[in-house]
């Protein structure tokens, strides 16, 4: 059972940055994602990475603010988030094992972080 650890989530001002490390109990063959979820809303994909070619996928909403890296040797993937906007405000959930921003591809979750943006 693969095991996800997520860490960096917090509050910030509009406009502010933060980054959030996820880490895997063992290397991920597929691809790694991020996702959020708001109160009241649908939890949605962020961003995506696979494993091997490091291609990734974005949100509509999150591109050009935000980047999803990873580094294999620690089996960690990132999401660097910059000009953070209130609506942005949710807890964000690691996943592994899919790739995409459908959150049915992923078997794996991690249990979140609380990301608030202030106005």
């Given at each position: 059972?693969?095991?996800l650890?997520?860490?960096?989530g917090?509050?910030?001002?509009?406009?502010?940055?933060?980054?959030?490390?996820?880490?895997?109990?063992?290397?991920?063959?597929?691809?790694?994602?991020?996702f959020?979820?708001?109160?009241?809303?649908?939890?949605?994909?962020?961003?995506?990475?696979?494993?091997?070619?490091?291609?990734?996928?974005?949100?509509?909403?999150?591109?050009?603010?935000?980047t999803?890296s990873?580094?294999?040797?620690k089996n960690?993937?990132?999401l660097?988030?910059?000009?953070?906007?209130?609506?942005d405000?949710?807890?964000?959930?690691?996943?592994?094992?899919?790739?995409?921003?459908?959150?049915?591809?992923?078997?794996?979750?991690?249990?979140?972080?609380?990301?608030?943006v202030s106005?």
């Amino acid at each position: 059972q693969v095991q996800l650890v997520e860490s960096g989530g917090g509050s910030v001002q509009a406009g502010g940055s933060l980054t959030l490390s996820c880490t895997a109990s063992e290397y991920i063959q597929s691809g790694m994602g991020w996702f959020r979820q708001a109160p009241g809303k649908e939890r949605e994909g962020v961003a995506a990475i696979l494993s091997i070619s490091g291609r990734t996928s974005y949100a509509d909403s999150v591109k050009g603010r935000f980047t999803i890296s990873q580094d294999n040797a620690k089996n960690t993937v990132y999401l660097q988030m910059n000009s953070l906007k209130p609506e942005d405000t949710a807890m964000y959930y690691c996943a592994a094992g899919g790739y995409g921003l459908g959150h049915w591809g992923f078997p794996y979750w991690g249990q979140g972080t609380q990301v608030t943006v202030s106005s």
